[in-house]
């Protein structure tokens, strides 16, 4: 596609349930990265991908949250027995490795936990 | 660790012109960017800075001095439309991007 695709745009959980978030980054871009960004708030790192390298989880908040990319292309991030502060919109962004051009991000998911 | 500073907010008054700054401290560093967020949207690009300078375009300015590890946004003839959060983000060593929490812009008439 023209640009960052993510899906759902909206999700409303209860409390307790795995949710599943979906990314789908312009193609050839080698970089991915994952977002949280809470109401008023800047962008909290989550994970970042770079071709075949090994991710940088380093900003993943608990082991609820995971994430993995299929074929350098399609990313996930699931989040396990979902608790109310997970409550954010979650942003992907991805760009090409090596400078020079920036990172274009998706329009988001809102995951809302009741 | 790696650190990005920004203020929090300002606000400037419409047709007026705002210098917002930004300064890291990162391991390594492959450029810096500005970013431009409007509430409930996701953050579009502004400005990318590798070299020491001012890089121009239309009413928006972007400067960069590597030596003191900062930058700044400037944004001339202000519209009420400016009115948004501006992020700094750098690429570290890695190309990771290392982003600050944004600097909220409030324009008034």
């Known amino acids: 596609g023209a640009g960052v695709s993510q899906s759902p745009s909206n999700k409303v959980t209860e409390k307790g349930k795995d949710v599943e978030l979906r990314c789908d980054p312009i193609?050839?871009?080698?970089?991915l990265y994952w977002y949280r960004q809470s109401l008023g708030q800047g962008l909290e790192f989550l994970i970042y991908?770079?071709?075949?390298?090994?991710?940088?989880k380093s900003g993943l908040p608990s082991d609820r949250f995971s994430a993995e990319r299929t074929g350098g292309s399609v990313s996930t991030l699931t989040i396990q027995r979902t608790q109310q502060e997970d409550s954010a919109v979650y942003l992907c962004?991805?760009?090409?490795?090596?400078?020079?051009?920036?990172?274009?991000f998706g329009q988001g998911t809102r995951l809302t936990v009741v | 660790g790696q650190n990005i500073d920004q203020p929090t907010e300002m606000t400037a008054t419409e047709g007026a012109i705002v210098q917002i700054n930004c300064t890291y401290q990162?391991?390594?560093?492959?450029?810096l960017f500005w970013y431009q967020q409007h509430a409930g949207e996701a953050p579009t690009f502004l400005s990318y800075?590798?070299l020491d300078g001012l890089e121009e375009k239309g009413r928006f300015s972007s400067f960069l001095s590597r030596s003191k590890g900062y930058s700044y946004l400037l944004l001339k003839e202000l519209q009420m439309k400016d009115s948004a959060s501006y992020l700094c983000?750098?690429?570290?060593?890695?190309?990771?991007?290392?982003w600050g929490a944004g600097t909220k812009l409030i324009i008034k008439p």
């Open positions: 991908f770079q071709g075949n390298s090994a991710p940088d």
């Open positions: 193609s050839g871009h080698t970089a």
């Open positions: 983000a750098v690429f570290d060593s890695n190309y990771q991007l290392i």
């Open positions: 962004a991805s760009s090409v490795k090596g400078g020079g051009t920036e990172a274009f």
């Open positions: 990162t391991s390594g560093f492959n450029g």
């Open positions: 800075n590798v």
